[in-house]
Antibody, heavy 121, light 107 residues
């Protein structure tokens, strides 16, 4: 059974960089997309971006200038960095595995439990 | 961005009811539409992928369908554990986008 677990600071100061790591267990990091999705308190879901196990990335254009997603296949982990954070970046951050096929089939089949990151001084 | 307009935003229903939630895409997304269920304090759970394929382990009372840019999630007979918030998700365009959610409450 694949499991994902987010880790990282729960409190980040404005203008600093938010850093989270997702550790994958129970499965291989190969042949899947590894994504970050966030949810501000009481609001809906926003896709941040994903990385393929080979290292290819795709980001939400609204966040692209501030976001970096990387993968460490040896540790079976992938990471998120969001720079220059503001209160608007306060959210529950989820990591998720996406299964893709045929160039168009793509869905999030495994999710981490989520971690709340608050941006505040 | 592809806009996903989900309706209704909230819905009250009783155990045993048949419920339908709709998501309309602002442009063609082929069948690149998934449905998730989210309970308070929990991560979303995949129910339906590719518009109408039931994820393994999901009860058969959940089904999905499509007609052009309109997508529907149907729960044939509501069970107590189905009261939650439901989101549609399009994976056709970048950025991927979600509907705003439908909160299903007990009547």
């Amino acid at each position: 059974q694949v499991q994902l677990q987010e880790s990282g600071p729960g409190l980040v100061k404005p203008s600093e960089t938010l850093s989270l790591t997702c550790t994958v267990s129970g499965g291989s990091i190969s042949s899947h997309y590894w994504s970050w999705i966030r949810q501000p308190p009481g609001k809906g879901l926003e896709w941040i971006g994903h990385i393929y196990y080979s290292g290819n990335t795709n980001y939400n254009p609204s966040l692209k200038s501030r976001v970096t997603i990387s993968v460490d296949t040896s540790k079976i982990q992938f990471s998120l960095k969001v720079s220059s954070v503001t209160a608007a970046d306060t959210a529950v951050y989820y990591c998720a595995r996406a299964t893709a096929s045929g160039g168009w089939l793509y869905y999030f089949d495994y999710w981490g439990q989520g971690t709340l990151v608050t941006v505040s001084s | 961005d592809i806009q996903m307009t989900q309706s209704p935003s909230s819905l009250s229903a009783s155990v045993g009811d048949r419920v339908t939630i709709t998501c309309r895409a602002s442009q063609s997304i082929r069948s690149c539409l998934n449905w998730y269920q989210q309970k308070p304090g929990k991560a979303p759970k995949l129910l339906i992928y590719a518009a109408s394929s039931l994820q393994s382990g999901v009860p058969s009372r959940f089904s999905g369908s499509e007609s052009g840019t309109d997508f529907t999630l149907t729960i044939s007979s509501l069970q107590p554990e189905d009261f939650a918030t439901y989101y549609c998700h399009q994976s056709y365009g970048t950025p991927q986008t979600f509907g705003q959610g439908t909160k299903l409450e007990i009547k």
